[in-house]
């Protein structure tokens, strides 16, 4: 008979996990035994249990499937949640995979060690369902659904536990068989009318496109290529969508919330086909956007008409229904008298606009540069700080994931080890991190991760010694900054170079193009500190 933690690592290896990240303790020492047997998986050991769920976000954001992050009881699973936010608000199939106390002191309250009230209430808001075991032949009933809701539907967090007595129980023969589990839907069936939407898109002067991360997950690129090209419609994302449509293409805009032309054109259009999207708040209405006569297709009906009334819904397999879409609309006839959007006048006015910016200050400047640098196929892993602010409205992508974004919850400290976890799994993929030095020093410890798994690729950290957006905000609305924003920092170069990774300081665009350059061509572990300071809000203007 097999034990527990065998037959749990031999369900992640069924379901197509390749790596795991996480930190071996009391409580999960269990499952670690059991990861040694078994070569197709690859533990990645981090060093704190918020980057690693940052990895495995990062690593679940490429595509290929769910990432994996094991934690313990108690502080090691509430190290996990601030990191969880995010990738449930960035719907990443993320699995929390955590530890509980014995099966019989849970809920007793007699004080053992790592014991919380509930554990796994903590998590109900933050991930899509949570599986908890509770005696050794649980595991086919929990493990293969567990992934396969993560991945299915809306992907997201999910969060699995164990008791730390099940490890090395065993499983009775009549539980060991891990059958295939049915993929798991959280979509409704299409209740809209998909005729209708196609002849309203077919009739519409001027229609749009806004798509946004709920495309990136489906892999929608293709689909909305062809849908815009058919009905010569301009495309529009949220920060994380950008590439969808190569920024180049002559009917890509850019990110929707950007004010200015951007948002002339957005404004200008009589329906928008809103694709993969939930119409946040957070990304649209905070912003000002307003839409016109809208047709709205995601995932399910949860964000259908909560921050933008919807002329026609529809939800469910949002690919199959964006295919649909494209074969009835290439199908139709062009009407007579239909409308013509002056593509080249609009993309001329978004360069004069560009130009302008660039002008303004030096923001434009080091995009541009990391631009170049940066291969088609690269993605740049940009935190919240001040240059990734501006990176989400002027840095163009040319591929989904050629920007990754931390606008789920807005955390910082996101982009290092999410780009750690997008390179173990994309390896041949250019990768770089931007972080600000502030958002660096939640994380910095993971450059030990870097060099025990051989893992390299460039990390730009902004250096301004100060929470710079904050100071900037402070002057904005009260007229006066820099109370309790100033940074005290180590020495970058001297920090990285105690972890064996080398490093190299630079003040201007020409120098962060040089030393970004020499980094990826060496494919090792670089910090590149960036010595500047970025003033200009692009919130404020944009």
């Known amino acids: ?195 209708q939407a196609v002849q309203l898109l077919g009739e519409a002067a001027y229609p749009a496109i806004l798509a946004g991360t709920g495309a990136v997950r489906a892999g929608l690129a293709e689909e909305i290529r062809s849908l815009a090209e058919a009905l010569q419609a301009p495309v529009f994302t949220n920060a994380e969508g950008k590439g969808l449509l190569p920024e180049d293409h002559e009917l890509s805009c850019g990110n929707a919330a950007r004010r200015g032309v951007v948002r002339e054109m957005l404004q200008s259009a009589t329906i928008v086909l809103a694709l993969g999207t939930r119409l946040r708040a957070a990304d649209y209405q905070r912003r000002g956007v307003s839409l016109p006569r809208l047709i709205h297709v995601d995932s399910d009906d949860i964000w259908i008409n909560r921050n933008y009334p919807a002329e026609l819904r529809l939800s469910g397999d949002v690919r199959a229904i964006a295919r649909r879409l494209r074969e009835r609309i290439r199908d139709q006839a062009p009407r007579a008298g239909k409308g013509s959007w002056p593509l080249a006048v609009l993309q001329e006015n978004r360069s004069k606009e560009r130009a302008a910016a660039f002008r303004d200050g030096p923001e434009i400047e080091y995009l541009d540069t990391l631009r170049r640098v940066i291969p088609r196929e690269g993605s740049l892993v940009a935190d919240n700080t001040m240059l990734g602010y501006w990176a989400e409205y002027f840095y163009p992508s040319f591929r989904p994931g050629g920007l990754i974004t931390a606008k789920g919850s807005s955390i910082i400290g996101f982009s290092f080890p999410a780009a750690l976890g997008l390179k173990i799994a994309c390896p041949e993929r250019p990768v770089v991190a931007l972080i600000g030095d502030g958002g660096f020093l939640y994380c910095s410890q993971e450059l030990a991760t870097c060099r025990r798994h051989g893992l390299g690729f460039p990390v730009v950290v902004v250096n301004d010694g100060a929470y710079g957006m904050i100071d900037l905000l402070q002057r904005q609305i009260y007229g006066r900054g820099d109370f309790q924003t100033d940074l005290v920092n180590p020495d970058l170069p001297a920090l990285a170079a105690a972890y064996g990774v080398a490093a190299e300081r630079v003040k201007t665009p020409r120098g962060l193009e040089q030393a970004l350059g020499e980094a990826l061509a060496s494919r090792e572990m670089r910090i590149i500190e960036l010595r500047a300071s970025f003033g200009n809000n692009p919130f404020v203007r944009y």
Not at 48 to 65: C, F, L, S
Not at 165 to 187: I, M, N, Q
Request: glycine share 8%; with cysteine; charged share 20%.
């Open 1 to 195: 008979m097999a034990r527990v933690s065998e037959l749990f690592v031999r369900a992640l290896r069924q379901a197509g996990v390749r790596h795991v990240f996480g930190i071996p303790s009391i409580h999960n020492i269990g499952l670690y035994d059991a990861l040694r047997e078994e070569p197709a998986i690859r533990h990645i050991l981090c060093r704190q249990e918020a980057a690693a769920t940052h990895m495995a976000d990062g690593y679940a954001r490429a595509g290929k499937g769910v990432g994996v992050i094991i934690s313990s009881t108690g502080p090691g699973a509430c190290y996990m949640a601030p990191a969880l936010v995010e990738a449930w608000g960035s719907s990443s199939p993320v699995l929390a995979v955590t530890t509980n106390i014995a099966v019989d002191q849970i809920g007793r309250g007699t004080g053992t060690l790592h014991e919380l009230k509930d554990q796994d209430h903590i998590f109900k808001s933050i991930t899509k369902q949570r599986f908890c075991l509770r005696t050794p032949n649980d595991v086919p009933a929990t493990v293969p659904p567990a992934i396969a809701t993560a991945c299915s539907g809306r992907p997201g967090p999910v969060y699995l536990e164990v008791p730390a007595d099940l490890w090395d129980r065993k499983v009775s023969e009549a539980h060991e068989e891990l059958a295939a589990p049915d993929p798991v839907s959280d979509c409704a069936p299409w209740p809209g009318d998909l005729e």
